[in-house]
């Protein structure tokens, strides 16, 4: 020992690599993360390494040694600290800590009393790495860390930070594209850019919004609520409460678009029982119905299904914005007596759904702990649609009734793979695999709620409730324009077309009504909402939402989409262009400008609304704007 040389800034060197080792053990022995292929095993094991040698790099602006020493060991024990407390988190909850749940006190009392189960001595390992750093540090002659520091080794060390730091990033974006900008499994992001970059990427969103949120008074409020009072539908009389005190159980369709609907591939019908729905006596049939969604999508349009607002031009508002006050579907039909719960067979964490549906009030979510999955029934993302539907009808059997289902579908998601057994119809024949595949899904969805209807019928839910279906967001991108125009027989696909493309199908089916019909109003999600909440005689005059009643004579052919789009009878506005929705020529920009204006007018309202966390400012039952004094 006594001849070996320390190498210049040993004491870092030994903390990052002590870290760096005790950080990607403790993912292996600490949390559950499930590791696919090697891909994802590189990019485990070296996403601790960029923030850690950013870190203790910050040593290198200390002059004096000891200074330097002092800031490696006492970082090392908060990065002990933070790392051990997510274990912790995560041995009680199953999840990653996030900034809100962290001020929130109310978890942490759980977390207290339940702490000496939670904590062992053995825990005492994951400071490990601080025990390292102290041995090095006594048997390191004194000498060795008093070299100075040149500034450009120091510049050098940073730039090498960087490029650790970008193929991290590079390597999660191939394996996992959109990661950030969708932000959708706390899961999925640490497993991509590491405990500690994730803290990094949480403060940094949270701190936005918190920003904006602080900023905010409720004075924006008042013209926000004269734009939605001015384009307000009155209900329908003939429909206004027709069906009061029924069920209603919404299905999201996964990646369901219209143009599978009454149509064939290669001579096989797609969809036979939506079809068949189409023309049904009980289903009002909307075939000019688009999805509003943007970056969050299926999550994006339950937000924009439970507030008839849009989702937020980036990320996903159900991560950003969970802790809003909102005033959700599920909260008005709560209001009337109803038990409201969503059904979805995937972790409670995904999407941030456990986060956001308690500000949704929503009673409770019946996610995977609710349902046997085994090999067999699940394929994919899980549990299949079939197994899915059956077991979701059974534990409807036991709710309380009136209530309120909505169920989120999955195996219709893309990459659309099926097992063997579950395929009904050959593979289409073009370029994109994807699209080949996506008919054999659909087909699958489709026989999936033919078995629905049935399930309900058998456990004697179907007379007494309305079901509502509709298409949660796109299935084939246009990344699949070449095969999609091969499809639908087209030269190539244009931006009018794509816009065209994101129409999905909306079903609102009435067990008895006997007057459903295939309607053609120009609409969207945003409306589905006031729709619902007339047809069960609940006013919502007052309620701060931006769609309108389909069955109303005042609802207007016209929808917004997240990006700026548009559609009306006459125009479809894209890429900044006007085109006449009749022939898909282009026109003069003067036929669409008014639209162009109330678009920007209406996105920016509801962005409002977010971002300021407005609705707390707001009374729904009275309309009145809430003082300082009495906000919630
Ligand atoms: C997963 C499901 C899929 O829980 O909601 O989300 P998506 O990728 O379609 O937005
Ligand atoms: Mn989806």
Known sequence: ???????????????????????????????????????????????????????????????SPKARNRFIVGGSILLAFVLYGNVAFYRFYNDFVTLPVLFQTSNFGELGTSAAAIINWTDILYFVDVAIILIALKLMPKSVEFTPIRKDARKAYFVMTAAVLFLNLGLAETERPQLLTRAFDRELLVK???????????????????????????????????????????????????????????????????????????????????????????TYYFNDFYHQTGLGKTSDSEFIFENSLYGLGRGAVFFTHGENTYNSFAERLGENGYFTNVMHANNKSFWNRDMIYKSFNLNEFYDIESYEVTEETSVNWGLKDIPFFEQSAALMKEMPQPFYSRLITLTNHYPFYLDPEDVMIPEYDSNSGTLNRYFQTVRYLDESVKEFFDDLKEQGLYEDSIIVMYGDHYGISENHNKAMAKYLNKEEITPYDSALLQAVPLYIHIPGDNEGQVMDNVSGQLDIRPTLLHLLGIETSKDMQLGADLFSEEHEDFVIFRDGRFITDKVVYAGEVCYDRATGESIEIDACQPYIDRATQELEYSDQIINGDLLRFYDSETGNLLTDQNYK
């Open 1 to 63: 020992m006594k001849d070996f040389k320390w190498p210049k800034h040993s004491i870092l060197a030994i903390a990052v690599i002590a870290t760096w080792i005790k950080t990607v053990i403790v993912y292996e022995t600490s949390f559950d993360m499930k590791i696919e292929n090697a891909m994802q095993l590189l990019i485990l094991i070296i996403n601790p390494l960029s923030f850690l040698l950013f870190f203790y790099g910050l040593a290198l602006f200390l002059k």
């Open 192 to 282: 991509n850019i590491g405990t500690y970059n994730y803290h990094l990427y949480d403060v940094y969103v949270q701190s936005k919004s918190s920003a904006q949120r602080a900023l905010a008074d409720g004075s924006e409020l008042v013209e926000v609520s004269n734009y939605v009072r001015a384009n307000q539908a009155e209900p329908n009389i003939q429909m206004f409460g027709k069906y009061e005190g029924r069920n209603v159980i919404a299905i999201s369709l996964e990646s369901l678009q219209s143009f599978v609907i009454n149509n064939e591939m290669n001579g096989e019908v797609i969809t036979p029982f939506l079809n068949s729905l189409t023309q049904d006596k009980d």
